[in-house]
């Protein structure tokens, strides 16, 4: 038999379903691209490529996009090539910083910045720039992430010697340069779609 505040309970129980499910649904949610699982949700999801600078090509409009575009990657890694004739832009890897490194732009989405608090992962960006169809600048951004293959932690210390020969305290600098990285195996692991889109916002500001 059922009783008056059993009923009550589960009134206010589906009435919570039906609350959670509401804000669930507000915000940006959209369909990811297809190689993409993972919906995106944020504020506001800019298109890949995303127009800038509508209106008439001109060379001062496109000077002005390029430099943009190089100015705001600047913010985030080391440029390898920049060439305005091919309008495009490459950057050099770098390791993807993670909750050690607050002051470090990148990561915005807080799963991928803990991944990489963890585990060693790095990141490369590629920016192409094009006409549009209908005016303006089209800017194309791809960011990949690669993650580091070790057979075992840098540093652990299980399965050698208990005696160790080097001192206890080994203070090492995490200075990225080709000499530290050229003996390191990566293998890609997907897009950061989250920094693409954090790129693509500040470079849709150009004016």
């Given at each position: ?80 090539a920049a060439n305005p004739y091919e309008g495009r832009i490459v ?103 989250a920094l693409e889109q954090e ?9």
């Amino acid at each position: 038999m059922t009783t008056g505040r059993g009923v009550t309970v589960r009134l206010r129980a589906a009435a919570i379903m039906v609350c959670a499910g509401a804000l669930a649904q507000t915000g940006c949610l959209s369909a990811p691209p297809v190689d993409n699982p993972v919906l995106v949700r944020g504020a506001e999801c800019i298109e890949n490529p995303v127009l800038v600078s509508p209106g008439q090509p001109t060379a001062a409009s496109y000077r002005e996009v390029f430099e943009k575009a190089l100015d705001v990657l600047d913010d985030y890694f080391e440029i390898q090539a920049a060439n305005p004739y091919e309008g495009r832009i490459v950057t050099f890897p770098r390791v993807a910083p993670g909750y050690e490194q607050p002051w470090k732009r990148g990561n915005p989405d807080p799963r991928q910045r803990l991944l990489a608090t963890f585990q060693s992962m790095r990141q490369t960006a590629t920016l192409e720039i094009r006409s549009g169809e209908r005016g303006g600048y089209l800017v194309y951004v791809v960011v990949e992430r690669e993650l580091e293959d070790v057979p075992r932690p840098v540093r652990a210390t299980v399965g050698s010697a208990v005696f160790q020969e080097t001192q206890t305290v080994d203070r090492q600098g995490e200075v990225v340069t080709p000499e530290t990285t050229g003996d390191r195996a990566w293998f890609k692991v997907g897009r950061d779609y989250a920094l693409e889109q954090e790129i693509l916002r500040r470079i849709r500001q150009c004016k």
